[in-house]
C-alpha cells in the first residue's frame, strides 16, 4: 500500500514548487505572518470554536449559565454512574493520604513529589500507568533555560500571546518559573532529552516562541518523559500503589465539605470501591474522545473528561472551556492513522503547508488555533475551496516533510522523527520524500477546573493538576507548554497535598450528598435524559451489533 | 472544487480472535476491526497510534507456520489471521536509586545478572512490533555498552513482547530503560545551563520583570508581544537578541 495514483499526481505538484521554497527558507524568507489584527477574522469565519449552535449555557452546577460545547453540557448535565445510597463508605476497600487520580504526566509527577514528601499514594486509573496524552505528546517541553538569549519574561508574553493575553496571570508565572527546574528534574531522573556533547539542551522554535525553548526528545518527547517517570515511580513500591483499571466516578466528601476520597468503578469485576483519602488529587487529563463537532482526535483512549465531572459536581467551577484546540496537523489519510498526531516540530524544522495546488498559503508557525483555522479555510467549500480530496471522501493540505532533508541534511527525518518514520512506512509511505496529508484535528482541552498557583481547588483537600485544570494556557495553548504543565503543576499539586495532609490530620465521615443534591438539581431544571456520567470510555463498537445487545437485567457481571 | 470521490466499500475477510470468526472490512486495522465485530475495548488499547504498547499482538496467518506480531492499532487484518492481543505480559524489576549511582555497565549488570544467560537467538527481535533489534541491544548491555543500549532501543514502548518470546526468561524492556536512563543522567554532562537558570530564578531575577508584566493591561501586552525580537529560523545557538534586560 502506497498513495493511490489520484495523489501521486498532485504530489508532483508539490514536487514542483519544492526547490523554490527551499531556497526561500534557507534565505530566511518566509511567507508573510499574519498581524495580530488580522487573526481575528480569520477565527471567527473559521475556527470551529465560533460556529454558531455548537455550544449551550450549562444548566446545572457551579458555572451555570456558562455556554461550552454541547458534548461537554451533555456530560455534565448527566446524572451520576452509582446510587449513593448503596455505596458503602463507613468501611473503605483501601486508606490512604493521598489519592491520585489518573496515571499520565501530572498524577505520575504528582505521585512522586507527594511521595517524597512524606505521604502514602494510591494512584487510582482508567487503563494502565501512563496511559494517557502526555505519553502520546511529541515536539518538546519548554523552558527559557538558555541563559543570555532567552528568560521567563519572554516565555510569559509568549504564552500570553497564544492565549490571547485572558490567561490567568499567577497560573502562567508559576509555570514560567518553574519550568527551568521541573527540565532539571527529568534531567536527573535520567529522561533522554537531546543535548549536545557538552550537556547543553538542544532546543528549537514552535508556533508562537520568540526565542528556541523547546527541548525535546526526538519526536517522542511525552512517551520519553511518561515512560521515565513512571519507571521511578516502580523504585518506590513502600509508598507508591498503583491501582490499573478503576476509574474514579465520584468523589466524597465529609461533613466540613473537605474532600475525603474517591468512588472507583473496578471496570472487570464491575465492583464499585471506596477510598478514603486525605487528601485527593484530579490528575485525569482532558476529553478529546468526546469528539466534539465530530472531529477525530489525537487523544488518548481515555480522555474522556471523567475529573471535570466529578470534580465539578462537588462545586469547583470551570473556565476557558469555551475553547478547544485543533492541532494543525492530524493525518487525514491514510485512514488507518486518522486523527494521529503530527507534531508541530516538522513545522519548526522547516516543513511548509501547501494546497491542492502546491502553493503556501499560511506561515507554518502559527499559534495553533490560527494555523488550524487557515488550514479549514483553504480546505472549506465555503473558504477558499482548494483542499486535496482523499480516496475516503475528506478533504486535507499537504505537509510537505521532505524539505527537512534538503534543508537539513538527507536522513534527518528518518533519525529526527522516527515515530513518524516507522508509522507511514508501515503504509508504504517514506515521508522523508513524500508529504503528508494533514486536517486539524481536536487536540487539547485549554480549560478545565479551576486552580490557585498551589494547585487548589475550592474544596478543601481537593487539587486537580494538568490537562484537567484551566487558565494558565488562556484560551489557547502553545506548543511544549502542555508537558512543561502536567510536569511543573503535578510536582506542586503533590507537594502541596502531601502539606495539607501533614496539617490537616484525620477527615471526617466520608459522605455523598453532593452526589445526592446534583442530581436533584439535574431533576429541577427539567433536565429529562437518562445520561450517565463520567462516560468512561467512548464506544466505538458497530451500531449494528449494539442493536442486538439487549440485556436489561444482569446476572453477574454479564451485561 | 471537485467533488471528493465517494469513498470505497470494502470487501469483508474472516479473522479469527482468539479462536472465534469474525467477518470484518479488509482495510481495517486489527483494532478497529474487533470494534466492526462489536467489541468496546478495556484493555489491549491505549492510545490508538503505535506509541503506548498497550496492544501488542501475536498472529499466524494461513499461508506460513511463523509467528508474526504486530500493534494492534497499527496493524491491517489479513484474511484468515488467527489473533490475540497480548494486554500483559508479567515481568521482573529490580529497583534502584539513580542518585546513588554513577552510570557504568556493572550497575546494569548487577541489577539484572541474567543478561548473561541470553542465547543470542533473536526471537526478541523477531517479536518486536516497533522494529527494534533488541538482540543488540542486549548485547551491547552485556558488553556494558549503555549509550548503545540507549540509542538502539529509544522506539521502545514497553509491550512486553520481546519478553514472552525469550527462552533465556530476560526482561528487556526493563533491562532497556534502566540504561537510558543511565545514559541520560551520566553518558553526557548535566546541563549548566539549567542549573544556571535555576538560581537566577530562586535569587529573584526576573520577579520584578515578571510582576511588571503581569500588572500589565491587556493592550499594553499586545505591544510588548508585538516588538518581541524574534530569534531566526536557522539562527546558530549562540546567537543573542539586541534588547538583553530580562535575559
Same mark, same amino acid.
Given at each position: 500500500?502506497?498513495?493511490?495514483?489520484?495523489?501521486?499526481?498532485?504530489?508532483?505538484?508539490?514536487?514542483?514548487?519544492?526547490?523554490?521554497?527551499?531556497?526561500?527558507?534557507?534565505?530566511?524568507?518566509?511567507?508573510?505572518?499574519?498581524?495580530?489584527?488580522? *487573526?481575528?477574522?480569520?477565527?471567527?469565519?473559521?475556527?470551529?470554536?465560533?460556529?454558531?449552535?455548537?455550544?449551550?449555557?450549562?444548566?446545572?452546577?457551579?458555572?451555570?449559565?456558562?455556554?461550552?460545547?454541547?458534548?461537554?453540557?451533555?456530560?455534565?448535565?448527566?446524572?451520576?454512574?452509582?446510587?449513593?445510597?448503596?455505596?458503602?463508605?463507613?468501611?473503605?476497600?483501601?486508606?490512604?493520604?493521598?489519592?491520585?487520580?489518573?496515571?499520565?504526566? /501530572?498524577?505520575? /509527577?504528582?505521585?512522586?513529589?507527594?511521595?517524597?514528601?512524606?505521604? #502514602?499514594?494510591?494512584?487510582?486509573?482508567?487503563?494502565?500507568?501512563?496511559?494517557?496524552?502526555? =505519553?502520546?505528546?511529541?515536539?518538546?517541553?519548554?523552558?527559557?533555560?538558555?541563559?543570555?538569549?532567552?528568560?521567563?519574561?519572554?516565555?510569559?508574553?509568549?504564552?500570553?500571546?497564544?492565549?490571547?493575553?485572558?490567561?490567568?496571570?499567577?497560573?502562567?508565572?508559576?509555570?514560567?518559573?518553574?519550568?527551568?527546574?521541573?527540565?532539571?528534574?527529568? @534531567?536527573?531522573?535520567?529522561?533522554?532529552?537531546?543535548?549536545?556533547?557538552?550537556? &547543553?539542551?538542544?532546543?528549537?522554535?514552535?508556533?508562537?516562541?520568540?526565542?528556541?525553548?523547546?527541548?525535546? !526528545?526526538?519526536?517522542?518527547?511525552?512517551?520519553?518523559?511518561? &515512560?521515565?517517570?513512571?519507571?521511578?515511580?516502580?523504585?518506590?513500591?513502600?509508598?507508591?500503589?498503583?491501582?490499573?483499571?478503576?476509574?474514579?466516578?465520584?468523589?466524597?466528601?465529609?461533613?466540613?465539605?473537605?474532600?475525603?476520597? /474517591?468512588?472507583?468503578?473496578?471496570?472487570?469485576?464491575?465492583?464499585?470501591?471506596?477510598?478514603?483519602?486525605?487528601?485527593?488529587?484530579?490528575?485525569?487529563?482532558?476529553?478529546?474522545?468526546?469528539?466534539?463537532?465530530?472531529?477525530?482526535?489525537?487523544?488518548?483512549?481515555?480522555?474522556?473528561?471523567?475529573?471535570?465531572? =466529578?470534580?465539578?459536581?462537588?462545586?469547583?467551577?470551570?473556565?476557558?472551556?469555551?475553547?478547544?484546540?485543533?492541532?494543525?496537523?492530524?493525518?487525514?489519510?491514510?485512514?488507518? /492513522?486518522?486523527?494521529?498526531?503530527?507534531?508541530?516540530?516538522?513545522?519548526? !524544522?522547516?516543513?511548509?503547508?501547501?494546497?491542492?495546488?502546491?502553493?503556501? %498559503?499560511?506561515?507554518?508557525?502559527?499559534?495553533?488555533?490560527?494555523?488550524?483555522?487557515?488550514?479549514? *479555510?483553504?480546505?472549506?467549500?465555503?473558504?477558499?475551496?482548494?483542499? $486535496?480530496?482523499?480516496?475516503?471522501?475528506?478533504?486535507?493540505?499537504?505537509?510537505?516533510?521532505? =524539505?527537512?532533508?534538503?534543508?537539513?541534511?538527507?536522513?534527518?527525518?528518518?533519525?529526527?522523527?522516527?515515530?513518524?518514520?516507522?508509522?507511514?512506512?508501515? %503504509?508504504?509511505?517514506?515521508?522523508?520524500?513524500?508529504?503528508?496529508?494533514?486536517?486539524?484535528?481536536?487536540?487539547?482541552?485549554?480549560?478545565?477546573?479551576?486552580?490557585?498557583?498551589?494547585?487548589?481547588?475550592?474544596?478543601?483537600?481537593?487539587?486537580?493538576?494538568?490537562?484537567?485544570?484551566?487558565?494558565?494556557?488562556?484560551?489557547?495553548?502553545?506548543?511544549?507548554?502542555?508537558?512543561?504543565?502536567?510536569?511543573?503543576?503535578?510536582?506542586?499539586?503533590?507537594?502541596?497535598?502531601?502539606?495539607?495532609?501533614?496539617?490537616?490530620?484525620?477527615?471526617? @465521615?466520608?459522605?455523598?450528598?453532593?452526589?445526592?443534591?446534583?442530581?436533584?438539581? $439535574?431533576?429541577?431544571?427539567?433536565?429529562?435524559?437518562?445520561?450517565?456520567?463520567?462516560?468512561?470510555?467512548?464506544?466505538?463498537?458497530?451500531?449494528?451489533?449494539?442493536?442486538?445487545?439487549?440485556?436489561?437485567?444482569?446476572?453477574?457481571?454479564?451485561? | 472544487?471537485?467533488?471528493?470521490?465517494?469513498?470505497?466499500?470494502?470487501?469483508?475477510? +474472516?479473522?479469527?480472535?482468539?479462536?472465534?470468526?469474525?467477518?470484518?472490512?479488509?482495510?481495517?486495522?486489527?483494532?478497529?476491526?474487533? @470494534?466492526?465485530?462489536?467489541?468496546?475495548?478495556?484493555?489491549?488499547?491505549?492510545?490508538?497510534?503505535?506509541?503506548?504498547?498497550?496492544?501488542?499482538?501475536?498472529?499466524?496467518?494461513?499461508?506460513?507456520?511463523?509467528?508474526?506480531?504486530?500493534?494492534?492499532?497499527?496493524?491491517?487484518?489479513?484474511?484468515?489471521?488467527?489473533?490475540?492481543?497480548?494486554?500483559?505480559?508479567?515481568?521482573?524489576?529490580?529497583?534502584?536509586?539513580?542518585?546513588?549511582?554513577?552510570?557504568?555497565?556493572?550497575?546494569?549488570?548487577?541489577?539484572? +545478572?541474567?543478561?548473561?544467560?541470553?542465547?543470542?537467538?533473536?526471537?526478541?527481535?523477531?517479536?518486536?512490533? =516497533?522494529?527494534?533489534?533488541?538482540?543488540?541491544?542486549?548485547?551491547?548491555?552485556?558488553?556494558?555498552?549503555?549509550?548503545?543500549?540507549? @540509542?538502539?532501543?529509544?522506539?521502545?514502548?514497553?509491550?512486553?513482547?520481546?519478553?514472552?518470546?525469550?527462552?533465556?526468561?530476560?526482561?528487556?524492556?526493563?533491562?532497556?530503560?534502566?540504561?537510558?536512563?543511565?545514559?541520560?543522567?551520566?553518558?553526557?554532562?548535566?546541563?549548566?545551563?539549567?542549573?544556571?537558570?535555576? &538560581?537566577?530564578?530562586?535569587?529573584?531575577?526576573?520577579?520584578?520583570?515578571?510582576?511588571?508584566?503581569?500588572? #500589565?493591561?491587556?493592550?499594553?501586552?499586545?505591544?510588548?508581544?508585538?516588538?518581541?525580537?524574534?530569534?531566526?529560523?536557522?539562527?546558530?545557538?549562540?546567537?543573542?537578541?539586541?534588547?538583553?534586560?530580562?535575559?
Amino acid at each position: 500500500m502506497s498513495y493511490p495514483e489520484s495523489l501521486k499526481k498532485l504530489i508532483e505538484k508539490v514536487e514542483s514548487t519544492r526547490a523554490a521554497r527551499v531556497e526561500r527558507k534557507r534565505k530566511d524568507i518566509e511567507f508573510p505572518a499574519l498581524k495580530l489584527e488580522e *487573526r481575528e477574522p480569520i477565527l471567527k469565519n473559521f475556527h470551529p470554536d465560533f460556529i454558531e449552535n455548537t455550544r449551550r449555557k450549562i444548566k446545572v452546577g457551579p458555572s451555570k449559565g456558562y455556554a461550552i460545547s454541547n458534548e461537554m453540557v451533555d456530560l455534565l448535565e448527566a446524572r451520576s454512574r452509582v446510587n449513593p445510597d448503596l455505596v458503602n463508605l463507613t468501611e473503605p476497600d483501601y486508606e490512604t493520604d493521598v489519592l491520585v487520580i489518573g496515571a499520565g504526566g /501530572a498524577g505520575t /509527577a504528582a505521585a512522586i513529589l507527594a511521595a517524597e514528601n512524606g505521604a #502514602k499514594v494510591l494512584i487510582a486509573t482508567k487503563l494502565r500507568h501512563g496511559d494517557a496524552n502526555t =505519553m502520546m505528546a511529541e515536539g518538546g517541553i519548554q523552558a527559557a533555560d538558555k541563559v543570555g538569549k532567552d528568560s521567563p519574561y519572554y516565555h510569559y508574553l509568549d504564552v500570553l500571546g497564544g492565549g490571547h493575553f485572558l490567561n490567568d496571570p499567577e497560573l502562567v508565572y508559576t509555570m514560567v518559573q518553574n519550568a527551568p527546574d521541573a527540565l532539571r528534574w527529568l @534531567e536527573g531522573l535520567g529522561t533522554s532529552f537531546s543535548k549536545f556533547e557538552d550537556g &547543553k539542551m538542544k532546543t528549537m522554535h514552535g508556533g508562537g516562541t520568540c526565542r528556541k525553548r523547546m527541548h525535546y !526528545a526526538a519526536d517522542i518527547t511525552g512517551a520519553e518523559i511518561m &515512560k521515565t517517570i513512571r519507571d521511578e515511580t516502580r523504585n518506590h513500591l513502600d509508598m507508591i500503589t498503583v491501582i490499573e483499571f478503576c476509574p474514579a466516578v465520584e468523589l466524597a466528601l465529609d461533613s466540613e465539605g473537605r474532600c475525603a476520597g /474517591a468512588v472507583l468503578y473496578n471496570l472487570e469485576t464491575a465492583e464499585y470501591h471506596f477510598v478514603k483519602a486525605k487528601a485527593v488529587i484530579i490528575a485525569t487529563g482532558g476529553s478529546g474522545r468526546l469528539h466534539i463537532q465530530k472531529f477525530m482526535t489525537t487523544n488518548h483512549y481515555g480522555a474522556t473528561a471523567d475529573g471535570i465531572v =466529578m470534580a465539578y459536581r462537588t462545586g469547583v467551577p470551570i473556565s476557558f472551556l469555551h475553547t478547544v484546540q485543533y492541532h494543525p496537523t492530524g493525518v487525514v489519510f491514510p485512514e488507518q /492513522a486518522e486523527g494521529i498526531l503530527i507534531t508541530e516540530k516538522f513545522r519548526g !524544522a522547516g516543513a511548509n503547508v501547501l494546497n491542492i495546488h502546491g502553493e503556501q %498559503f499560511v506561515y507554518e508557525r502559527e499559534p495553533r488555533d490560527v494555523e488550524a483555522a487557515c488550514i479549514i *479555510r483553504e480546505c472549506s467549500p465555503e473558504g477558499r475551496g482548494n483542499g $486535496v480530496p482523499t480516496p475516503t471522501g475528506k478533504y486535507g493540505v499537504w505537509l510537505d516533510s521532505p =524539505m527537512i532533508d534538503l534543508l537539513r541534511g538527507e536522513g534527518t527525518v528518518r533519525k529526527e522523527f522516527p515515530g513518524k518514520h516507522i508509522l507511514f512506512r508501515r %503504509f508504504g509511505i517514506d515521508i522523508s520524500t513524500e508529504p503528508m496529508l494533514i486536517h486539524p484535528t481536536l487536540h487539547y482541552q485549554n480549560g478545565g477546573l479551576d486552580i490557585n498557583s498551589k494547585c487548589e481547588t475550592i474544596v478543601p483537600g481537593l487539587y486537580a493538576a494538568g490537562e484537567v485544570s484551566g487558565g494558565v494556557h488562556g484560551e489557547n495553548r502553545l506548543m511544549g507548554n502542555s508537558l512543561l504543565d502536567v510536569i511543573v503543576f503535578g510536582r506542586i499539586a503533590g507537594i502541596h497535598a502531601a502539606e495539607y495532609v501533614r496539617n490537616h490530620g484525620e477527615i471526617g @465521615e466520608p459522605n455523598l450528598d453532593h452526589v445526592r443534591r446534583y442530581n436533584e438539581e $439535574v431533576e429541577a431544571a427539567g433536565i429529562k435524559v437518562e445520561r450517565i456520567a463520567p462516560m468512561l470510555l467512548p464506544d466505538y463498537s458497530n451500531p449494528e451489533v449494539r442493536e442486538k445487545q439487549l440485556t436489561k437485567d444482569y446476572f453477574g457481571t454479564l451485561s | 472544487m471537485t467533488k471528493p470521490p465517494e469513498k470505497l466499500v470494502d470487501e469483508l475477510v +474472516p479473522i479469527f480472535f482468539m479462536g472465534k470468526k469474525y467477518e470484518v472490512p479488509a482495510s481495517l486495522t486489527i483494532q478497529k476491526a474487533l @470494534e466492526y465485530a462489536g467489541y468496546q475495548h478495556i484493555r489491549g488499547c491505549g492510545c490508538r497510534g503505535g506509541v503506548c504498547g498497550a496492544c501488542g499482538t501475536v498472529y499466524r496467518t494461513p499461508d506460513s507456520y511463523k509467528l508474526q506480531v504486530g500493534l494492534a492499532c497499527q496493524t491491517v487484518v489479513q484474511p484468515g489471521m488467527q489473533l490475540v492481543i497480548m494486554h500483559y505480559y508479567p515481568g521482573h524489576r529490580s529497583i534502584f536509586d539513580i542518585d546513588q549511582m554513577s552510570g557504568t555497565g556493572g550497575e546494569l549488570a548487577a541489577l539484572y +545478572p541474567e543478561i548473561f544467560k541470553c542465547i543470542g537467538c533473536n526471537s526478541c527481535s523477531q517479536g518486536c512490533p =516497533m522494529d527494534i533489534d533488541v538482540m543488540h541491544y542486549m548485547a551491547q548491555a552485556i558488553r556494558g555498552d549503555l549509550a548503545g543500549v540507549a @540509542e538502539t532501543s529509544f522506539d521502545c514502548i514497553m509491550c512486553g513482547l520481546c519478553a514472552s518470546r525469550c527462552p533465556a526468561e530476560e526482561v528487556q524492556f526493563n533491562v532497556a530503560i534502566l540504561a537510558r536512563r543511565l545514559n541520560a543522567r551520566y553518558g553526557k554532562p548535566r546541563a549548566k545551563h539549567l542549573e544556571d537558570r535555576v &538560581k537566577e530564578i530562586e535569587n529573584g531575577k526576573f520577579e520584578e520583570p515578571l510582576r511588571d508584566l503581569m500588572s #500589565k493591561s491587556i493592550d499594553e501586552l499586545k505591544e510588548l508581544y508585538k516588538s518581541r525580537e524574534g530569534e531566526p529560523q536557522f539562527a546558530e545557538e549562540d546567537w543573542t537578541p539586541q534588547d538583553t534586560r530580562y535575559v
